[in-house]
T-cell receptor
């Protein structure tokens, strides 16, 4: 069974600084997707970034980028130029690329951006 | 595009009553809808997966007789919590999929059982 682990329950960063959130996962599949979701205090789940396992190039979305290490089964999220609006829970997630069904979420990292 | 709504956004009910939560895909037809449960300061846990016109597939440990899921159309899925008890108080989130890797999440429903 697939599992997703986030070893940092809480993190903080100064506004305008850079922060990296860690995620590791376990799977025997070769075709899958990895995601980072943001859940602000409103609790609406927002997709931050998506990575396809068969793509070696790390995904980037504006200030958000990932470091995808397939062999190490590691998928970290880097947030550059942190903004107050980045304060939220961040969930790393996994989905099988063969069935497109359930998303398996990690336990989450609570990120606080300090002014 | 790809908006998912949930109704109600919050509900308070008495212990022993049933509560129905609706999940709608507003501008697309969803092949599959998913129901998640989230306790405070915890992650999302998948409860069940539903496909239009089919019986829902429940995750291990989720009581199918307590959490009734109906997926009557490609734009509507409902979750009914039957004979609700205080321990059912939680945040329930639905998501909808077009059959790809992207799931679109609803805003969630906060349930409080007194």
């Amino acid at each position: 069974a697939q599992t997703v682990t986030q070893s940092q329950p809480e993190m903080s960063v100064q506004e305008a600084e850079t922060v990296t959130l860690s995620c590791t996962y376990d799977t025997s599949e070769n075709n899958y997707y990895l995601f980072w979701y943001k859940q602000p205090p409103s609790r609406q789940m927002i997709l931050v970034i998506r990575q396809e396992a068969y793509k070696q190039q790390n995904a980037t979305e504006n200030r958000f980028s990932v470091n995808f290490q397939k062999a190490a089964k590691s998928f970290s999220l880097k947030i550059s130029d942190s903004q107050l609006g980045d304060t939220a829970m961040y969930f790393c997630a996994f989905m099988s690329g063969t069935s497109y069904d359930k998303v398996i979420f990690g336990p989450g990292t609570s990120l606080s951006v300090i002014p | 595009g790809a908006v998912v709504s949930q109704h109600p956004s919050w509900v308070i009910c008495k212990s022993g009553t049933s509560v129905k939560i609706e999940c709608r895909s507003l501008d697309f037809q969803a092949t599959t809808m998913f129901w998640y449960r989230q306790f405070p300061k915890q992650s999302l846990m998948l409860m069940a997966t539903s496909n239009e016109g089919s019986k829902a597939t429940y995750e291990q440990g989720v009581e199918k007789d307590k959490f009734l899921i109906n997926h009557a159309s490609l734009t509507l899925s409902t979750l009914t919590v039957t004979s609700a008890h205080p321990e059912d108080s939680s945040f329930y989130i639905c998501s909808a999929s077009l059959g790809t890797e992207t799931q679109y999440f609803g805003p969630g429903t906060r349930l409080l059982v007194l």
